[in-house]
Each structure stands twice: as structure tokens, then as C-alpha cells.
């Protein structure tokens, strides 16, 4: 029950966070110079034109605009990609290309952490030392490398110099995972360097404040080996800002990926934007970012939901 | 640790002896490049390099130190070293100025919403979600797709990209500044001082600039730097999509036009890139550094 309210709580305000983003989001379709449908067809005739405004409701205002786009994406009809001629269904786009972001964003994940716990423990607990020392500056120099341009070093390295893998191109895992995986590694280690030098930042900080802690000292005398009081007693408790930060990423990374997706053409949600933007798709553009968006809200909600129901603590604290 | 938190509490003159924050070889290094960036950006054009938009076609794509160009040409003729010069030029003005009018607007507003409190801080924080649920490379390439709009048939000058790039990373910013402003003012709003200057008489924006201002600019100053490294991302990423600006003017713009010939000529690629590198890494250190340093409090603890 208690859960319950505290959802609602959190699903109001994020509702409404989404429904004025994306009504700004159409405000601002109407500041282009000369008529939305005109731009998406350029080479249509005026009848097309016509009727492309009538389908999306361009020709009834703003509010009646958003009103019928609103309405559609609630329905399931995402609108469409106006080609010469013809059209895209925008709900297939979508439903080929989300999978292909969100794999590439998990894999940025997994990789991140893999590096980012052994290291973030390891520095923790050698604090002060030459390794600590060392792991912490060059963490703290690469959190703030751009994605793009490690994407583009790497492929001048991997891809040009050496050869070991093609440069750009994407192929499904149902395809050939061994070539799928080989495609997906310069894309995947551009995202995940800056989040590793993030997490591991994280990660140190919470461990070494956990270190001092007690019942870790009791662990410790007990006798238990070092890496088991680590693993077992230190990284559990210390590991939820982690976590956190993590999943709060998952949303930005949707953002983060349109540069990536777009140097390695990997069709994915942000080269769709990227492309949409290019071809004037101005409701696609719309559809796209508002999904992008509703990611974002919706995973920021999740997360700090999550944190109350895990830990009573944050929930009195807001009382 | 404790024991100089102790003295420093104790003794009458405790920002003597507040530990200092460690001068690291990092932070020279940082100061050095970003100065040596803004000296290009200020000054390059005492350098004799030639026009950064005048083709040399007897040179098409050569390598690093050739004697004529010391950072070697694209494979369009153009001399890399003019294009830096002034491609830093271009992106430290844009980020500047983006960072300085948006910060300013985006903490006066994060400020005195956090002091007023009320309907107005409603609608602030209401207004700062909606556009922090958008990300940023996302707002500021719908914004910049629709404010520079440009066809075959009235394409964009030069001048206006850049404006509307400056004011969509403006748009951008403001929320970013403010919510910090906001979340850092609200801890002092309802301190005793400022209390006990209300008490006396004291206008409003009175308070604000004198009790209030001082107290939180260190944490505005601080990410103010590491804004200024995102919005260099955020450009770069826009020049690489193609909705930035066009022709190799700014770093982003040079990678941008240098991807295609990554085989023939690999230094147009990373030459720009660990530039934009280099200067995104040192204005996080030296953010970093301003926030240790000016936040007397935090190293007293």
C-alpha cells in the first residue's frame, strides 16, 4: 500500500515532465521557417502535402497537433517517415532499432563494470599507495576523455593501422554472434572507458569509508583472507551508490550513444535521430526524442524508487 | 586529519591552516594547456601560419613537420596548424561565452528561486526537470535542427550557426547551473545570518549578493569548468553529426571534415581530437582544483 502511494507520488510528476517536454518539443516543430509538411516532402506535390498535414494533424493548430500526436503514441502509432512516395512505419523503426541501442548500451555497462570493480576495490584498498596513486589519476583524467573522440582514435588504431577489425558496420547477433561481437568492440570500449573511470572513481570513495568501518576490523580479525572480508563484507554494502549511478547512466547513455551509433553506422535509436534530422522528419524527430526522454524520466523514477524501497533510510529522511 | 580539524576550529586563524589543496603535477599541466589554448585562441594570429582557409594544393595531405607545415596539411591543402589555431579560436569562444551567459542566468535564477521559495521555485524546479529529461546532446540538436534550419535554397551563414549553437548551449546550460545554484543556495537561505540580516532591514537581492552569493559560487565555479568541457563534447558531437559548425572552423568541425581520409591522412583525425581531449581533461582538473581550494569548509572538515 505504502509502496503503492509512493509510486504514484513518483508517477505523476514524471507523467507530466513528459507530456510538457514533448508538448515543447511540438512548440518548437512550429518554429521552423514555412510550413512542417512542405519540409518533410519537399518534392511532394500540394495535394500530398495536404494530406501528410491532415495524417499527422499538422493543419489543426498546436494544440490539436499535439492533442492527435499525443493520442496516436498512446495508441500504439508512432507516426511515420514520409520517403519519395512512399512512408516507413515509425513503430517498425523503432521496435528494429531500440533492441540494437539497448544491447549496445548493456554491453558499455558490463564491460564498465568489469573493469571498474577490481580496480575501484583494489585501489581502495591499497588508498594512498603508488597503485592507488597511479589508478586514480589516470581515472580521473580519462572520466573526462570524449566518447567520440576515443571512437575515432580506436578506429584509426584497430581498424586503419592494424586491421584487426572492420571499421564500421553492424551485424545482428542472430546473424553471427562471432562477427556481431567483433563489430560491437570499438563502439563498446568508446562507452565504456569514460564509465569505468566514473564507476571506479565511486567505487573507491564508497570503500574506503566502508574500510573503516567496524565490523570490517572484526572480519578482519577473525582471520577471514583479505579477499573474502573484500568481496564478502566491503563490496556488498559499498557497491549501492554504484549501482545507482549505473542505472541513473542507462538513461544518458540513450543520449550519449547518437555520436557513437553514427561513427561506427550502427543502426540503432540515435542514428535514427541523427538521420531524421537530416531527412526534416520533423514528427519521427519528435517521436524519437520524446522516446528518449521518457527513458530517461522513467529510469531516474525507477532508480530513486528503488533506493527508498531498498533502503528505509532515504525514505524517513524525505519525511 | 582530526587532530588539524581540531587546531584549526581552536586556533583564531583557521584558514592559515586549512590543509592546501596538493598542487599536483596534473594541475601544472592542465594550467599549461589551457593557457597555451587560450594564448591560440587570443593570439594566434602572430603565428605565421597560413590563412586556415586557403588551400596550399602544392601539399595536399601531408604528414606532421614538414618544413612549410608544422602540423602538416589535410587532404584538402588546408595547414593543420592554421586550422587549430583557429578552430580553438572558435570552440573556447563558443564554450566560454556559452558557459558564462548561461551560468550567470541559470545561477541567478537557480538563486533566487532557492531564496524566494514558493510558486516561483515550484515552477523553476518544475521547468529545470523538463529540460534536464531531455539529455543534452538531444536538446541542443533539436534546438540547433530547428533555430539554424537551413535548405539548398537559404543556407545558414557562418555567423548565425554559430550564434544559435551559443544560444542553444546556453538553453542547455541553464538548467545544468541552476539546479546546482539552487541546491546549494537552499542550504544557506535559511541560515542564521542571513536571518539576522533580514532582521535589520536588509533588501532582498542585498542579502542575496552579499550572504548568499559568496557562499555558493565556489560550487558554481566548479562546475562552471567542467561545463565548459561538456560543452566543448556537446559541440564536437554536433560538428560530427553535421548540424554544428561547417567547414573545419571549430575542432569538432575539423574531425568532422578530417573522417572521411582517416586512411590517408590519420593526423586530421587525431590532431583535433586530442585537442579537444587535452582541453575538456584539463578544465575538469582545474575545476577540480577551484573546488578543493575555495571550499574552505570541506577541508576544515
Not at chain 1, 548500451?105 to 603508488?130: F, H, N
Not at chain 1, 568501518?213 to 566491503?234: E, F, P, Q
Request: proline share 5%; charged share 15%.
Amino acid at each position: 500500500m505504502n509502496i503503492l502511494r509512493q509510486l504514484l507520488r513518483r508517477l505523476i510528476p514524471m507523467f507530466s515532465i513528459v507530456v510538457i517536454a514533448t508538448f515543447l518539443l511540438s512548440l518548437l516543430m512550429r518554429l521552423l521557417p514555412g510550413d512542417p509538411a512542405a519540409i518533410m516532402i519537399p518534392n511532394g506535390s500540394i495535394d500530398q502535402q495536404i494530406e501528410i498535414a491532415k495524417e499527422t494533424g499538422l493543419d489543426r493548430g498546436l494544440f490539436g497537433y499535439y492533442w492527435k500526436w499525443f493520442s496516436d503514441v498512446f495508441t500504439g502509432d508512432f507516426g511515420k517517415y514520409y520517403l519519395n512516395g512512399g512512408y516507413r512505419d515509425l513503430g517498425g523503426v523503432i521496435a528494429d532499432t531500440l533492441p540494437v541501442t539497448l544491447m549496445l548500451i548493456i554491453y558499455a555497462q558490463i564491460v564498465a563494470l568489469t573493469i571498474a570493480i577490481p580496480l575501484g576495490l583494489a585501489s581502495a584498498y591499497k588508498e594512498g599507495k603508488r597503485f592507488d596513486r597511479i589508478t586514480s589519476t589516470v581515472m580521473f583524467t580519462t572520466v573526462s576523455f570524449p566518447s567520440f573522440a576515443l571512437a575515432l582514435i580506436f578506429s584509426l588504431i584497430f581498424a586503419v593501422n592494424l586491421g584487426w577489425v572492420d571499421p564500421i558496420g553492424y551485424v545482428s547477433p542472430s546473424e553471427n554472434l562471432g562477427e556481431h561481437l567483433k563489430l560491437m568492440i570499438l563502439p563498446v570500449m568508446s562507452l565504456a572507458f569514460g564509465l569505468a573511470s566514473g564507476y571506479t572513481r565511486l567505487l573507491r570513495t564508497d570503500v574506503i569509508a566502508t574500510l573503516k568501518d567496524d565490523y570490517v576490523t572484526m572480519a578482519a580479525s577473525k582471520g577471514i583472507s583479505n579477499r573474502r572480508v573484500l568481496w564478502r563484507h566491503v563490496f556488498r554494502p559499498s557497491s549501492t551508490t554504484l549501482l545507482t549511478s549505473a542505472a541513473l547512466n542507462m538513461g544518458g547513455l540513450i543520449g550519449g550513444t547518437i555520436v557513437i551509433e553514427t561513427i561506427f553506422v550502427i543502426p540503432g535509436i540515435g542514428y535514427e535521430i541523427f538521420y531524421s534530422i537530416g531527412a526534416r522528419q520533423v514528427v519521427a524527430m519528435q517521436t524519437l526524442i520524446a522516446l528518449i526522454s521518457i527513458g530517461y524520466v522513467f529510469f531516474n523514477t525507477m532508480v530513486d524508487l528503488l533506493t527508498q524501497i531498498t533502503d528505509p533510510r532515504t525514505r524517513e529522511r524525505r519525511a | 586529519m582530526p587532530d588539524n580539524s581540531l587546531s584549526s576550529t581552536e586556533t583564531a586563524e583557521p584558514v592559515v591552516k586549512t590543509k592546501k589543496p596538493r598542487k599536483t603535477i596534473g594541475f601544472y599541466l592542465a594550467s599549461a594547456w589551457i593557457s597555451l589554448v587560450m594564448f591560440l585562441a587570443l593570439f594566434g594570429w602572430v603565428l605565421p601560419t597560413p590563412q586556415w582557409d586557403e588551400a596550399s594544393y602544392d601539399n595536399l595531405g601531408v604528414a606532421p613537420f614538414h618544413p612549410s607545415h608544422i602540423l602538416g596539411t589535410t587532404n584538402d591543402g588546408y595547414d593543420m596548424m592554421a586550422s587549430i589555431v583557429n578552430g580553438a579560436k572558435i570552440s573556447i569562444i563558443v564554450s566560454l561565452v556559452a558557459v558564462l551567459i548561461g551560468g550567470g542566468i541559470g545561477s541567478f535564477i537557480g538563486i533566487t528561486a532557492a531564496y524566494f521559495r514558493g510558486k516561483y521555485d515550484f515552477a523553476v524546479t518544475m521547468i529545470f526537470n523538463i529540460m534536464l529529461s531531455i539529455p543534452n546532446l538531444v536538446l541542443s540538436l533539436a534546438l540547433l535542427s530547428v533555430l539554424a534550419y537551413s535548405d539548398e535554397n537559404n543556407p545558414a551563414s557562418m555567423t548565425r550557426r554559430v550564434v544559435v549553437l551559443i544560444i542553444s548551449l546556453i538553453i542547455v546550460i541553464i538548467p545544468i547551473l541552476g539546479r546546482i545554484a539552487r541546491g546549494s543556495a537552499l542550504q544557506w537561505g535559511s541560515r542564521e545570518f542571513v536571518l539576522a540580516s533580514k532582521s535589520m532591514g536588509s533588501k532582498n537581492f542585498f542579502i542575496i549578493r552579499k550572504h548568499i552569493l559568496p557562499n555558493v559560487a565556489p560550487a558554481i565555479l566548479a562546475i562552471g569548468f567542467l561545463a565548459v568541457g561538456s560543452v566543448i563534447i556537446v559541440e564536437g558531437s554536433l560538428a560530427l553529426l553535421g548540424i554544428g559548425i561547417p567547414g573545419g572552423a571549430s575542432w569538432g568541425s575539423m574531425l568532422a571534415n578530417g573522417r572521411g581520409n582517416i586512411e590517408y591522412s590519420p593526423h586530421e583525425v587525431y590532431l583535433p581530437a586530442l585537442c579537444i581531449a587535452f582541453t575538456v581533461i584539463s578544465f575538469n582538473w582545474f575545476g577540480d582544483y577551484v573546488r578543493v581550494k575555495l571550499d574552505k569548509r570541506e577541508s576544515k572538515i
